[in-house]
Structure formats: C-alpha cells, structure tokens
C-alpha cells in the first residue's frame, strides 16, 4: 500500500468527490491485513512486519500508528525505543525515503492483543475524524510541506526521548494529529498538532527546570 493521498495530491487542488475520507479507508485496510496476521498460528508481529502492513511509502500512516503506541503503558525502555523509531520514520519522511529499520529495531516484537485493541480505538477515531474532519487548507498537507511536517516531527520525536514520566504524551498526539491531518489533508488538525506540539515542549522544559530545581534544593540541603 502506498501513501498516495497527500504525498503526491496537488498542493491547492481539493480531493476528487467521493476521496474527503481517505483516513477511514487506509485504515480499514491495514486493519484487515494485521486481523489476518493476528488468526494465523503462533501469530507474530515485529516493527518490521507492522511496516509491510502499512506500506514502506506510507510515512503519515507509520507515524500516526507509532505515535499512538507510544501513548501506550510498557515496559522499562519501551517509550524510549518507539520513539526512536518514530524519530527514524520523520527523518526518511523528510528525505523521500522507504521505510526501513535497522534490524535490532525491526525485529523488536510488538505486543499483538495491545496492537489489536489499539487498531479498534484506530477505527473508531477514524469514524470520529470524517465527522469533524475535512480537507481543507490543503497546502499544509501538500507535497511542498512534507518536509516541514517532517522537521517538526523530528524535533517532537528528540522532545519524547528524555526519560522523564508522561512527558512522551503531548508530543506523541501532536505526531497523530500532524499525520491524520496529512492522511485527510486536513491543514486545521495539522495547525492543531502543531499547537499541541509546543505546549508540549513548553511542558517538558518546565519539566527539565522543575527537576533541576529540585536537584539543587537537595544539593543545598545536603
């Protein structure tokens, strides 16, 4: 499957009549191909196979999909890997490039019955979106400003990695927001994600200043 809706849609143009949701079909595809993985024996799924599913050209997909996991509880490291990961997904964004992960990343494997749940939330939020969401603004979707969507998502990704509690969470919607407004071309939710965005690098400075703070009260104390 390739990543054909925004990537390549002209930059002023709207979609064709009958295109205004191409969020909720892209998703109901790779739906059903990850429920056909999930009912095969010793079902199995590594961040390399999850990538087949999507489509190596499907930057915006792959992002949305891994800033949503990375909303998720796990295990010591596990926010810290998918972030690097989605880190990786903005840098070929921003170059043209297939997806690809190194291999001790590719086949890290990823939790299947979490997965499945989350492409069920996937769904709903994509019902969700074709009730608010529209193309509009259609040059902040465009091909032109993928590399910019791309630079901001590289720098949310850098925000994510500091090991500091929840502060993964408002970079990590911001991601979502910026990649399901490429998928529908909708330029008002990528203003949002960008909005969310830097409320949460703000939160992660004030963060890294309280932790600094609290350090040097106990040095003084000591």
């Not at 056909?36 to 190596?56: K, Q, S």
Request: hydrophobic share 60%.
């Amino acid at each position: 499957m390739t990543e054909t809706t925004p990537a390549a849609a002209d930059a002023s143009a709207p979609p064709p009549a009958g295109e205004n949701d191409p969020i909720q079909a892209t998703l109901a595809e790779m739906i059903a191909k990850l429920r056909r993985v999930a009912e095969e024996p010793d079902a199995r799924l590594t961040c390399n196979g999850l990538i087949e599913l999507i489509g190596i050209h499907s930057h915006a997909l792959a992002l949305l999909v891994f800033a949503l996991l990375n909303l998720l509880p796990g295990p010591p490291g596990y926010n810290f890997v998918v972030s690097l990961v989605i880190l990786a997904f903005a840098i070929l964004m921003l170059f043209h490039r297939p997806i690809h992960l190194w291999r001790w990343f590719g086949e890290r494997r990823l939790p299947l019955k979490p997965l499945m749940k989350l492409m069920d939330i996937l769904a709903r939020i994509a019902e969700g979106l074709t009730r608010v969401s529209s193309p509009r603004l259609f040059a902040l979707s465009s091909r032109p400003a993928l590399p910019l969507l791309g630079l901001f998502n590289i720098g949310m990704a850098l925000v994510m990695l500091p090991p500091i509690p929840f502060c993964n969470m408002l970079p990590s919607l911001a991601v979502a927001m910026i990649s399901a407004g490429i998928l529908n071309r909708d330029g008002l939710l990528i203003l949002g994600g960008v909005l969310v965005g830097v409320l949460g690098v703000i939160a992660v400075v004030l963060a890294i200043f309280a932790i600094i703070a609290v350090l040097w009260a106990i040095d003084t104390v000591v």
